[in-house]
């Protein structure tokens, strides 16, 4: 299948394409690159040392004998994206090429403008060049979890079944985000929903729990294959950035109560779920919504077993509750629907003590590169 991958430079983005690669798909990427320029703007960096898209690229090709097409550029430049489409004939668009940090959109009213703007037009932009260029290509957006809040039923995915006054109707999930990015998201969906209506275009919008780890088979393959990781207060998400604080020695940092639960995947599940919608696609005309995890965890649990793992590794750490910068409910139910995906054949790996470990270790063997200053959250709701 011909698969566009858009943020194939990214955490999620390049493991995806270079195991869709593998599976013998003939992949392209298009990124414009700006997450490496947020973090100049942040003065940060992946742990890992990350190669040039164009090296990756070169490596993959002499390890797998696969080509990796890449393309430089803005999903809002419409010229350049309507060039993309013309020249790949897409039969699939896989949609991570968005800002995707909730901190990052809560700086100021720039970034928040910034954020929704690249992600609300990127989206439209991809949507027209769909129904010009590509009307059969399926839409593989990548939603979020946190489109939903944390309301106190159970989450459903993508739609409820409501009873109102002696009528019924399947409606969809009512959305609480808690941050102009997560608002992005909610904002992409209903207008992915509307064009799947008007236009007939087919599209599997995947709510995605946070991910965790780095490697996957294909990753490991070659140091310069390596993937990104996030540990800084803006871009490092929980279990991830918890793991990295606990390879300096830092505290970890549980913000408020550490009540908030999440759900969580590993990447290796990142991957295999975006080839099971590829390989499933949604009909003609339908907007399908997958809820993409295996698991959730209270932050102050996840807290806890890492600093268990580390204590087992040789490094002592504590779990330090700190004022939330954000504002969230830190104590609430948390029930949320996931078989949509393991219906298909998802096979979850789950966060075992292992995968802990495994995560803490390559943390540990690149934590010179770890900046202390970067560590601590500096953006708040307020
Ligand atoms: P990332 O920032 O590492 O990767 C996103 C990539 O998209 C970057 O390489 C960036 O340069 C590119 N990009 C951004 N805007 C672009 C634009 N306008 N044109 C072209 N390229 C652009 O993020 P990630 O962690 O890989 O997340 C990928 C997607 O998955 C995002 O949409 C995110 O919202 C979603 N998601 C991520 C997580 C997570 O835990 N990382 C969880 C749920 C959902
Ligand atoms: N948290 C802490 N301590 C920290 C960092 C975070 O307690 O040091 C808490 C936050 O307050 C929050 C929870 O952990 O309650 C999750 O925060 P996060 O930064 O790990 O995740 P979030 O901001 O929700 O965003 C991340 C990705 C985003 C994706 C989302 C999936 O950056 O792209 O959409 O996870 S979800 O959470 O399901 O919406």
């Given at each position: 299948m011909r698969i566009i991958v858009a943020g194939g430079d990214g955490f999620c983005g390049w493991p995806t394409a270079l195991y869709l690669s593998k599976q013998g798909h003939d992949v392209t990427i298009v990124d414009n690159l700006v997450r490496r320029e947020y973090d100049e703007e942040l003065h940060s960096n992946s742990v890992t040392p990350i190669a040039s898209l164009e090296d990756r690229v070169a490596k993959w090709k002499e390890v797998s004998g696969n080509e990796i097409k890449t393309y430089i550029g803005d999903l809002n430049h419409y010229d350049f994206l309507r060039e993309v489409f013309r020249q790949?004939?897409?039969?699939a668009f896989v949609h991570f090429a968005e800002q995707r940090s909730a901190p990052y959109s809560m700086i100021d009213r720039e970034h928040a403008v910034y954020t929704q703007t690249n992600n609300v037009m990127g989206n439209l932009n991809v949507l027209y060049a769909i129904k010009e260029f590509a009307p059969e290509c399926h839409l593989i957006k990548l939603g979020t979890?946190?489109?939903?809040?944390?309301?106190?039923i159970d989450i459903e995915e993508g739609y409820i079944e409501v009873e109102h006054k002696g009528r019924k109707d399947t409606l969809p999930y009512p959305k609480q985000p808690g941050s102009f990015y997560h608002l992005s998201k909610v904002h992409d969906s209903h207008n992915i929903m509307f064009a799947c209506k008007i236009w007939g275009i087919r599209a599997t919008d995947l709510n995605q729990g946070i991910v965790y780890g780095l490697h996957t088979d294909e990753t490991k393959l070659?140091?310069?294959l390596v993937n990104r990781v996030d540990y800084d207060?803006?871009?490092?998400?929980?279990l991830n950035r918890f793991i990295n604080q606990a390879a300096i020695g830092h505290d970890i940092t549980v913000y408020g109560?550490?009540?908030q639960t999440r759900a969580f995947l590993n990447i290796e599940d990142t991957v295999r779920c975006v080839e099971i919608a590829a390989e499933n696609p949604a009909d003609k005309g339908e907007f399908r919504v997958f809820n993409q995890f295996t698991e959730w965890f209270s932050v102050q649990d996840l807290a806890e077993r890492v600093q268990k793992i580390a204590k087992e590794e040789g490094f002592e750490t504590e779990v330090k509750k700190i004022e939330n910068p954000r504002i969230e409910n830190e104590d609430h139910y948390y029930n949320a629907v996931n078989t949509k995906l393991r219906d298909l054949g998802l096979e979850p790996h789950l966060l075992t003590d292992d995968v802990i470990r495994d995560i803490l270790r390559t943390a540990v063997e690149n934590k010179d590169r770890i900046i202390q200053e970067n560590v601590l959250p500096s953006i708040t709701w307020k």
């Open positions: 790949v004939e897409p039969e979890m946190g489109e939903y809040g944390t309301p106190n070659d140091p310069l207060g803006v871009f490092g998400t929980a109560s550490g009540g």
